[in-house]
């Protein structure tokens, strides 16, 4: 690690005494917390300063994996029919806090229904999914709507026009639809796959699959935990991961599922679509794997085209940036490896910033963001040549940061200065809002200072609590 001296911006700072015991947090997570030895989790470092190492060198393959256990047992359920969830009043007050410059914590939303696990923004609107199995929306950090299902932890939330998709705990992804007349009534739409496609495979013994002894399921159905969803809107395609280890693909026109595709040896963790129609997948086994879309016979056919990593470290999350054209992959050892498209998916480098596992990943502009269960969150900024610099540690949280979705603020940004809002979700139950410039003000530490207002029901009240 580096110590140079530069723009960096910490935001309040804090010091780790020891590691906490998160496992219990984390028991239906697979292979998480498989850290390397080399890691020291005891020791906060000193310098704000955290840069890649630009090694040009493929990471050191390994032939050992990782195995995720018996942590999630899958639950059946029954297709339920939409269920509005009733709003409940804002439980603890969130806070609203200065913008430093450039960087800062501008809000804060606190529920106690349930640890947050999955996030979407979409222009102003933001939804969240948590383990209360609750989705709700957002438009100005004031609570639009709510909608759940009757079952199954929301793991993954990605959203296409009026639609939204989710993926669940008990292996369904459910489809909800935005009201064309009142934007904040949300209705199910359908589940993936369709009871009528369910009903039409089930005649046929060939569409049946073992996944144990004496125990098949149909191929077009996740018999685990839909644990990510990406979208291709340009091919009108949705890819779903589960931990059951595979990945499948969906057709959006008519919800159909074209593929199921036996992807890993273990859980999938992340699944990204992007760059020139690649299609990229991370597992619990350590392995990051690029598979591409190519016509066979009268159709088209996923085949795996490269292995980009294998690892005895779990990996956790991928993300892709298109500007950029960079993969970038968490892992829980707290590195984050990153691959250059242009340079044909060389290893670029890896970014070493967290002192545990790295739980989430995005994207924008040229700033990727990092969260980790150390529950901090690295920003950092791609330069020219491939070197990324650490311009901030947003902290703040109290438990493991589990999702990251950002959105460009257009209302401040400039072509000179980007300036984005990126909101992150934790297991303490909240979710927070930040400023975030692509340009760090001149090297100065700024702790955390609170306004004289607090929220209650949606509203900024003025004066002492």
Known sequence: MRKDKGGTMVMEQTRLRSRPNLGTLFQSEPSLFALNNNVDVGVEDESPYRKSSASLASPMHSNSTTTSGEGSPYVMSPFNEASPCNKSPWITPSTIETDFGQNGLIGS??????????????????????????????????????????????????????????????????????????????????????????????????????????????????????????????????????????????????????????????????????????????????????????????????????????????VTSLAVNKESAVLYCGSSDGLVNFWECEKHLSHGGVLRGHKMAVLCLATSGNLVFSGSADKSICVWRREEGGIHTCLSVLTGHTGPIKCLAVEEDHQTSSKANRKFIVYSGSLDKSVKVWRVSQYAPELKEVKQAYLNSYTVNGDTVKGKR
Request: proline share 1%; aromatic share 8%; hydrophobic share 40%.
């Open 109 to 314: 939303i606190v529920r106690k229904e349930g640890h947050i696990y999955s996030l979407a923004a979409f222009g102003d609107l933001l939804y969240t999914g948590s383990d209360s199995k609750n989705i709700r929306a957002w438009k100005n950090l004031k609570e639009l709507s709510g909608f759940k299902a009757k079952s199954g932890l929301v793991k993954a939330i990605v959203i296409l026009g009026d639609r939204i998709f989710t993926g669940h705990q008990d292996g369904k992804i459910r489809v909800w639809k935005v009201s064309s007349t009142d934007p904040s009534v949300h209705k199910r739409f359908s589940s993936l796959p369709t009871f009528k496609d369910l009903i039409k495979s089930s005649v046929k013994p060939n569409n049946y699959v073992e996944i144990r002894r004496n125990r098949s399921v149909l191929r077009i159905k996740h018999f685990d935990a839909v644990s990510c969803l990406s979208l291709n809107e340009e091919l009108g395609l949705l890819y779903s991961g589960s931990w059951d280890k595979t990945m499948k693909v969906w057709r959006l026109a008519n919800s159909k599922c074209l593929e199921s595709i036996d992807a890993h040896d273990d859980a999938i963790n992340s699944v990204v679509a992007g760059l020139d129609g690649l299609v990229f997948t991370g597992s619990a086994d350590g392995t990051v794997k690029v598979w591409k879309r190519e016509l066979q016979g009268k159709g088209t056919k996923h085949f795996l085209v490269q292995l980009l990593l294998k690892q005895g470290n779990a």
